[in-house]
């Protein structure tokens, strides 16, 4: 009896038709696939997460505090308003000291497209036309007034500021109202 059972033919499968190495293969397979894959996405989509220059962003923070901090000691308030038609932006400054004859005003405005991360800066110099108002005339190749007016720009970042104090806040609807600046608290 022993001998027709051992004198048989044993049934044998091919290697890659074995269920048990596909169990086996299959899995880490998979999670090599899925991690060059996941790869694929991440290289190709990165952001710059990082500044070219953030370590001399990072010394500025200090300087960018005192400058709030003195902006709070005098007591500063600015009002600002878009004038289209004569194309100006014109401010009123109050402060508890004397005020200079010139200001850097900084506008940042997104993207026209609703998805864009992109952001283009401009700066126009604010002159004392008076005690306390000071006038800035939009550049005409920059853009700006065409950006207010064409699209749907509704939110202007502004940073007011000089080498001893800033004020910043944020312009919501620029061409319906006027926006108060107040030094950060």
């Known amino acids: 009896m022993n001998s027709q059972i051992l004198t048989g033919k044993i049934k044998r499968d091919l290697w890659y038709k074995e269920p048990w190495l596909l169990l086996v293969?299959?899995?880490?397979?998979?999670?090599?696939?899925?991690?060059?894959?996941?790869?694929?996405?991440a290289f190709r989509g990165a952001d710059q997460v990082v500044a070219k220059d953030y370590y001399r962003q990072g010394l500025m923070i200090n300087?960018?505090?005192q400058r709030d901090a003195n902006a709070r000691v005098m007591k500063l308030d600015a009002h600002l308003q878009l004038d289209l038609a004569q194309r100006q932006i014109v401010?009123?400054?109050?402060?508890?000291?004397?005020?200079?004859?010139?200001?850097?005003?900084?506008?940042?405005?997104?993207?026209a497209n609703a998805g864009s991360v992109s952001e283009i800066v401009h700066r126009l110099t604010m002159q004392a036309s008076s005690?306390?108002?000071?006038?800035?005339?939009?550049?005409h190749d920059s853009g700006l007034d065409l950006a207010l007016v064409q699209s749907n720009v509704k939110l202007l970042h502004l940073k007011l500021e000089t080498n001893d104090w800033r004020l910043t806040?944020?312009?919501?609807?620029p061409l319906q109202r006027s926006v108060e600046l107040t030094p950060v608290q």
């Open 25 to 41: 293969v299959g899995g880490p397979l998979i999670v090599v696939v899925a991690s060059l894959f996941t790869g694929f996405i």
């Open 63 to 65: 300087t960018n505090l």
């Open 91 to 111: 401010m009123q400054l109050q402060s508890a000291q004397a005020l200079p004859e010139s200001v850097q005003l900084s506008i940042a405005v997104s993207g």
């Open 131 to 139: 005690a306390g108002r000071y006038v800035g005339d939009l550049p």
């Open 169 to 173: 806040g944020d312009w919501h609807d």
